[in-house]
């Protein structure tokens, strides 16, 4: 009895000694959200407050390295612009790992007001439940949205209604080596616009130590390259329409597209540097490769690092159609719906905040990215800057330049990166000899059995 | 023990050939740290100066401090969780025969075959609806129960002769304070090699405490590696690497203090 | 667990005889020390485990919770599906690469470790490093050194006008790479473990050998080898199970690619869990992954633990 006693004695002071980690392992920071508001979002709740008495929102992002750096600063910014709100930016690990996050946490009390989530992420979020739409306040406030961007609006637009706030944007660009160029007798002014054209230069420019083209093993690329053409991803009218059914990605502009890799790969004019940005960047700076697609948001970066002159330059297209131009890639804002009023009203100033023209100039500056108020390039610390990288110019017209269409608008489907992994399966397979339609057809079929079991399972 | 010049030189080769080589990652991190940007991209292995500005901007980013102290804390909660745990299971295991007791260490030892990984989610479900994200419990108590902790103990346990255990029935000591005075005095060396295990390994994790944490609070160091590095953005490799040195060397530090007694303690697992 | 329950019935009988109920009471003492561990092992470990079984046969919706019932379909899609028997295959070549690699060379410095000579200590704690270098850490290293352009190893190769390699690019060595990392992780570990058994080993037996006149590689053959078999046959059994769950080093060193050519199956679990958010074909592949797990284990004790010599 006595012994049973002295281990229950034991139980009870390693669960005091829990317990007491419990309450002071996170020192006031929390805010404190009662009510969950899972099931219906009228449900609102009591705004976090903190001890200055400003409401308090936590604002989930997935920005790591140079990117995060200049997020803390803009959120510091704007903690210190105004005198009601706190914005808390919270690192949450890569998209896909913040996703894992919010698709578990979403709708209850642990969720943020703000969250970042890929351009990729949009249909899953529109569906979830666990979002205001942005027009909402939109609307409310007579926001006006002519401001920014219309190509990176329109992504992000769906029905006609703005459901998120673009945030950080990219485009793919090619960048190439003009020194390179010169060498191989080529004009470093002019690149090449067509798939045949740059076909034609890979050959020229590939020399011993040097491939002519590459391109990063990510379905992104592929979905541009695609689009530029003016082809769909998937059906209904890209998922736009309704919900997507079917892959249409394995037609004829994505064929052109693999048969473009194909040809350089089987001439051995294109050189494969795998799935990291970074290697394909070190490849190109150390001259390995003389041309390849990288983002726009990689383009100071390149030049900053490379011992040659690099030029940028639109992304190519397949020589029987003309170019659309580009589809906006990177992430951009969602507002939690049933939190409190307050809470939704921080969120929003804090969004207002980060589109005027001074802080995009900032963010564009800091990582590359485009500013979504292009009254922000009239700024005079980027005109500078521009004066210094002509080459940025090129990335911001790109983007300019494109038509407006359901192709170029981008693909709406819930299962997007697990289709983007076939595709990367289907790209490394082609490298590795494979039947270009073959490969296509299999990607295509992946993403759909995907897309069938979302449907199936979708409520 | 003697050896012979020749074969001694022989060794002393050896021995250091292998040291270089495997040592040679660790030194190339440390080296690349205090690179700038454009020396790491021309792939040099000595630096230009050693300048310390790679490790300035890893401090001045992130709340570094603030990391390792929490990666202290929770490494040495789980420790301390995994030793009382796992000593009072290899306790009974030897000390209390009893019907049924092979079948129980088996299903111990089974939960080491479980991949963590697939297991992740729905522990993520279970701490959720505990509410302890962003707690220290969240990131150290689903630890404590530890399989391999246990049979390491058991193999040690197992050693310690029965006469000690008839001697302090026979001197009226109960079960418990046989297990307090006797059973943990003299098992010092497993002990502390099963600490050092889970000090380490409980360091070493990323993608649990990225899970259940979603502010700064009670983050732990391998969260900031992994913030250090860009996606779409370059990478300022010298930062990450200054980022890595700063990670290992207090678990170097441990390790090289704690080398004899942790090398002791390791074998006993291995003996039956 | 069935020992924890008494029949009060037989309770009655005990005057004389010790009874179930008398004879269940170590039992129910035994379970007092093992509470804590049955507890953790149940919220932690076992109700997730059947957690992932029971979804292993439904269709998962964007919430992660079961929404169809599909029965054996998604273990017959698992086996049907060419990328699937692709990873159990990098899996299984990944295990052949390592283990036996791994445990070779940790073998191989625990035996120059444990000789007698000035400043052992220093190459012991260089060798035993390793282990105090996180997996995170360490693939970031082995990433820059990997590296095609700029990495040391390519460096070398060019040193003496080697063809280049793509270590991690090229399908054929990619698998070989994280392999050759993965062996240098371990080390550190395994090499303690065996210095440490190596060092249990009596003393007399090797003195009364070299009195025979016994050469070093027959004293290896005869006394150290069979000497250190338990050892081994822990290490083995340990460095098997961290095998098969391979996961860090993949993420960070080549995401499973390329071309799926490093895809294993912690890591396909993984990725079906976090990115695809398919709960129920990743936990058919958790169940299987279990399965192999244990069925190697049983293996190893079976017939591995036959050739172990205890003292």
Redesign the interface.
């Known amino acids: 009895m006595k012994k049973r006693m002295r281990i229950g004695f034991i139980m009870v002071a390693l669960l005091a000694l829990i317990l007491a980690a419990c309450t002071n392992s996170d020192p006031g920071a929390a805010p404190e959200k009662s009510g969950s508001g899972t099931d219906d979002g009228d449900k609102k709740s009591e705004a976090a407050v903190n001890d200055e008495g400003k409401v308090e929102i936590e604002f989930w992002h997935a920005m790591s390295g140079s990117g995060q750096e200049s997020l803390d600063s803009i959120v510091e910014g704007f903690n210190e612009s105004q005198g009601d709100y706190t914005v808390k930016a919270e690192f949450q690990g890569s998209y896909e790992e913040l996703l894992t996050k919010l698709r578990s946490i979403g709708g209850t009390k642990d969720a943020p007001a703000i969250m970042q989530v890929f351009e990729i992420g949009t249909k899953y979020m529109i569906d979830s439940g666990y979002i205001e739409p942005m027009q909402k306040f939109i609307d409310e406030d007579g926001y006006d949205l002519e401001q920014l961007e219309e190509n990176i609006l329109n992504y992000y637009r769906v029905d006609g209604e703005l459901y998120s706030m673009p945030f950080n944007s990219s485009t793919p660009v090619m960048l190439y080596n003009k020194d390179a160029f010169k060498e191989a007798g080529l004009d470093p002014e002019k690149a090449p616009e067509t798939f045949a054209d740059v076909i034609d230069t890979a050959a020229k420019l590939k020399t011993d130590d040097m491939y002519g083209f590459s391109m990063l093993t990510y379905g992104w690329f592929f979905e541009e390259l695609v689009a530029t053409q003016g082809g769909l991803y998937v059906n209904e009218e890209n998922g736009r329409s309704g919900d997507a059914t079917e892959a249409v990605f394995n037609g004829a502009e994505g064929l052109n597209v693999f048969r473009f890799l194909n040809e350089m790969n089987k001439a051995g004019t294109f050189g494969n540097f795998g799935t990291n940005w970074d290697d394909i960047r070190a490849a190109f700076s150390s001259g390995k490769v003389a041309m390849y697609m990288d983002s726009s948001a990689g383009v100071a970066n390149a030049i900053n690092s490379s011992p040659f002159e690099v030029g940028v330059a639109y992304i190519p297209h397949a020589d029987e159609v003309e170019r659309q131009g580009v589809i906006i890639g990177g992430a951009s804002l969602w507002m939690s719906k049933g939190i409190a009023d307050e809470e939704q009203k921080a969120a929003w100033e804090f969004m207002k905040y980060l589109t005027t023209p001074e802080v995009q100039a900032q963010w564009h500056l800091d990582t590359g990215y485009f500013a979504i108020n292009p009254d922000a390039y009239e700024e005079d610390i980027v005109k500078e800057k521009w004066d210094e990288y002509p080459q940025f110019q090129v990335t911001v017209d790109q983007l300019q330049d494109t038509k407006p269409s359901i192709a170029t608008q981008g693909a709406l489907i819930s299962v997007f990166p697990e289709s983007r992994q076939q595709i990367v399966t289907a790209l490394e397979n082609l490298y590795q000899g494979a039947d270009p339609q073959k490969v296509l057809d299999e990607a295509a079929e992946g993403t759909n059995r995907a897309i069938e079991i979302a449907n199936k399972t979708k409520q | ?1 003697t ?1 012979s010049v020749p074969k ?1 030189i022989t ?2 080769t ?2 250091t050939v ?2 270089v080589i ?2 040679f ?2 030194v ?2 440390f080296m ?1 740290s205090f690179m700038t ?2 020396e ?4 040099k ?1 000595f630096p230009e100066s050693f300048h310390l500005d790679n490790y300035i901007r890893v401090f001045d ?1 992130l709340p570094l401090l603030n990391y390792l102290l929490n990666s202290f804390i929770v490494s040495a ?1 789980v420790m301390l969780g995994q030793l ?3 000593s ?2 290899a ?2 295991f030897v000390f ?6 092979n079948f ?1 260490f088996f ?2 030892i ?17 701490i ?1 609806n505990l509410n ?6 969240g990131l ?3 630890f ?2 530890l399989a ?1 902790g ?1 049979f390491l103990l058991r193999q040690h346990f197992k050693t310690i002769p029965k006469e000690l255990h008839e001697a302090s029935q026979v001197a009226g000591l ?4 046989f297990f307090l005075k006797v059973v943990l005095p003299v098992s010092k060396t497993s002990l502390v090699t099963l600490g050092a295990y889970g000090f ?1 390994t409980t ?2 994790m ?1 993608l649990w405490p ?2 259940v944490t ?5 983050r732990t160091v ?2 900031g ?13 010298g930062v ?2 200054a980022g ?1 040195i700063v ?2 060397i207090p ?2 530090l ?3 203090l704690g ?1 004899k007694q ?6 006993q ?4 | 667990m069935s020992t924890i329950h008494s029949r009060p019935d037989e309770f009655i009988a005990t005057e004389h005889k010790p009874g179930v109920w008398e004879r269940s009471r170590r039992a129910r003492t035994a379970i007092l020390y093992l509470l804590p561990s049955i507890i953790l092992f149940s919220v932690f470990v076992f109700y997730p485990m059947f957690r992932t079984i029971y979804l292993s046969f439904f269709l998962t919706d964007q919430a992660g919770d079961a929404a169809v019932f599909v029965g054996l379909d998604n273990y017959k899609y698992l086996l049907d599906s060419p990328a699937f028997l692709n990873s159990a295959k990098a899996t299984l070549l990944f295990v052949l690469y390592t283990v036996p690699a791994g445990i070779l060379l940790s073998l191989f410095l625990a035996l120059l470790a444990n000789e007698k000579l000035r400043g052992i200590g220093f190459f012991r704690t260089i060798y035993s490093s390793t282990m105090g270098v996180s997996v995170a850490a360490s693939s970031v290293v082995w990433l820059f050194m990997f590296h095609p352009s700029i990495g040391m190893f390519n460096r070398f190769l060019a040193l003496f006008d080697f063809p280049q390699i793509q270590w991690l690019l090229d399908p054929q060595w990619a698998l070989v790479s994280v392999a050759i990392s993965t062996i240098w992780m371990n080390t550190g570990f395994s090499f303690l473990i065996l210095l440490g058994g190596l060092q249990n080993i009596d003393e007399h037996l090797y003195e009364s050998a070299r009195i025979d006149g016994a050469g070093y590689f027959y004293r290896l053959r005869r006394i150290t080898l069979p000497m250190l078999s338990p050892t081994l046959f822990f290490i083995i059994t340990i460095s098997l199970i961290n095998a098969f769950q391979t996961f860090g080093q993949i993420d960070i060193l080549t995401k499973g690619g390329p071309a799926q050519s490093t895809n294993l199956i912690v890591y396909s679990i993984y990725r079906e869990a976090f990115v695809n958010y398919q709960f129920g074909t990743a936990s058919a592949q958790a169940v299987f992954l279990f399965l192999c797990i244990l069925v190697a284990t049983i293996l190893q004790f079976r017939f591995g633990e036959r050739r172990v010599h205890y003292q």
Request: net charge positive; proline share 6%.
């Open positions: 023990m050896m001694k060794f002393y050896m021995l292998s040291a495997l040592f990652p660790i190339y991190a690349i940007g454009p790491i991209l021309q792939g292995f980013r909660g009382v745990v796992c009072l299971a306790y009974a209390i025969p009893f019907r049924g007791s129980v299903l111990f089974s939960t080491m075959m479980i991949p963590w990984e697939a297991t992740m989610i729905p522990n993520f479900f279970i959720q302890w994200l962003n707690t220290y419990q150290t108590l689903p404590f129960a391999f246990t109960g079960p418990f304070r380490l360091w070493n990323y990225l899970l979603t502010n700064n609070s009670v391998q969260i590696l992994k913030q250090l590095q860009s996606q779409e953005v370059a990478t300022d490799w990450v690497m890595v990670v290992i678990t170097l441990l390790l090289f080398q942790l090398q002791k303690g390791l074998t697992g291995a003996l039956k």
